[in-house]
């Protein structure tokens, strides 16, 4: 960038020259920049259990297959086997939940779901899906068995 002008009092010009440098940090390995983070939960900046969420019309269809399923066995046999190859996000293991009619399905999904989960650090969210504080404590419990 370049700046010119004139001293008033000696009637001389001058003139200024700015050079601005910016450096790129390349990965040396793979010789890019390193990826940005991908923000996938709004505000969300704490531990992530697993690289990406499902997306919302895929979470919309595993939703909708196991909603379809008119015994609890069922819903749950699917629900964990989606759950093999994909990550929810802590509101949508609390959405899933409440697909579930009894609480002990709740409580074995929510388990199952805690290793694919984003964002691990808000999953206590998911335990507005449960009708008895015990399911809480016994979820807990788990967890920390997990750490």
Known sequence: MNV???DVNSGTANSTTTT???TTIVNSDYGTPPPSRITYVEGYSGTVGCPSPMGRIDFDSFKSSVSSKPFEENKLA???QVLNNNCLTSAEVKETMGL???ENSKL???KCAYGHTYDVNNYYKVNDAFQFSSSIDDLNAYISKLH
Do not use: C, P, V
């Open 4 to 6: 010119s002008g004139m």
């Open 20 to 22: 601005t440098r910016s």
């Open 78 to 80: 699917i629900a964990k």
């Open 100 to 102: 579930f009619s009894f």
């Open 108 to 110: 074995d999904f929510a």
